[in-house]
């Protein structure tokens, strides 16, 4: 059986090139679990609240908020450790993947705002239109609607 030697030096830029691997591989699944750009832009429904809803599925962000504390977590490990030789392209690309990923979850935010707020209001406008006519019609009739409901007061004692 042959004997074999562990260089510390060499087994120290294994395990570096291994925790190198592991942000990429990290950072590239960020990538994938980030919803696709056409998924937010086309989104296809019969109403407004039909396309917020679908919006608002489309701005999912999945597991990139996860797989992207892991590449953090191993940059952190990797830096504190002065395993990397060169290491600012990853740090570039955390950052920059954090910031898309903090505008998504933003915009889903928003949208799930309007998405609560839009069926109140719907009902708020169709109250006023319905008032409107009421004193439209009214108007068109001669009367004026508070004498017409003094009158209704009257006749009901």
């Known amino acids: 059986m042959s004997q ?9 830029g294994e395990a570096a090139s291994e925790v ?3 942000v990429e591989n990290h950072l590239d699944a960020v990538r994938e679990a ?5 998924a937010v832009w086309e989104v296809e429904a019969d109403n407004t609240l039909g396309v917020l809803n679908g919006l608002n599925q489309a701005l999912d962000v999945g597991d990139a908020e996860a ?4 590449a953090k977590k191993w940059y952190t490990m ?4 002065d395993a990397f030789e060169d290491a600012e392209d990853l740090q570039e690309e955390i950052e920059s993947l954090e910031e898309i990923i903090e505008d998504v979850v933003a915009a889903r935010e928003k949208v799930g705002d309007l998405t609560s707020t839009l ?7 169709d109250d ?3 008032a409107a006519k ?3 019609a009214a108007a068109a009739d001669g009367g004026d609607v508070e004498g017409d409901a003094e009158d209704e007061d009257e006749d009901e004692e």
């Open 4 to 12: 074999a030697t562990f260089d510390t030096d060499e087994l120290f």
């Open 20 to 22: 190198r691997g592991d």
């Open 34 to 38: 980030l919803p696709a750009a056409e």
């Open 67 to 70: 797989h992207l504390r892991d």
């Open 78 to 81: 990797g830096e504190r450790a």
């Open 119 to 125: 069926p109140g209001l719907r009902g708020a406008l």
């Open 128 to 130: 006023a239109a319905d």
């Open 134 to 136: 009421a004193t439209e």
